[in-house]
């Protein structure tokens, strides 16, 4: 009950709430990565020395999957990379690992149930909470020597915030990049992105780029192309769309909380 209702949720605040919305790329002129950048970036091989093999560590509800990289033995605190919305820890560009990985350990792992992370929970209820909470039980199973700097990205980023405010602790420094603190006066993604993500089998990676650089640009077009190359060199991983699915109500109960309550007026069935 719960979930059918913040699925039904996430569709119709899209649709009453349009003037806040982002939109989708229209008549993207392109199909293909060849004919976006010139190439399809057939030639390149994963960069598998930098990542190292992929571990696995078993915390409450889940089995996490992940990498650690870099300089493991380093004075400065390691940093973990929370990811966002539908994405894996490939989708970190080999730039930003390579040059954080210089003089500090860098650990990426994949979100509950997505990508090569296992939920062995699959009935209990996904929230910004308890991906913040699981974030939290990863890093302290790692027994690190120093808590960690935490830095997420998107939907990560919130769960950063969350960590932030509940596990501060556990951690030595906070980063959130394109992250929010959850309200209705957020910026939500259009219906046809929503779509895109949860109902359709596939994707064009033309369309996915879309959704992450203005490509009506030249700049947009040279970094989305960039982005397109660094991806080559990453590990495969698998997109699971029921764990998209709910992530999304995960975040729109994010959002609702503040709404909520401020009016007494939302209240989800468990």
Known sequence: MRSALLFGAALALILLIPTQVTSAQDALPWETLEELCGTNYSSYEPALELYGPMQFLEIPDVVIAYYRLGNASSELPPVVLVVGFSNTMKDWPLTILSDLAEDREVIIFDNRGQGSSRDTSPDVPLSILSMANDTKNFVEALDLARPPH?????????????????????????????GGPGSLRSQLPSLEILEKFLLEDTMTEVYRLGTLFPLNTTSGVEAACKYAEEMQYTPADTIRKLATRRQLEALIEYVCADFGAATGRVAWSS
Request: aromatic letters at 18%; a neutral charge; glycine letters at 10%.
């Open 150 to 178: 935490l830095l997420g990205w998107s939907m990560g980023g919130m769960i950063t915030l969350k960590a932030a405010a509940m596990f501060a602790d556990s951690f030595d420094r906070f980063a959130v990049f394109s």
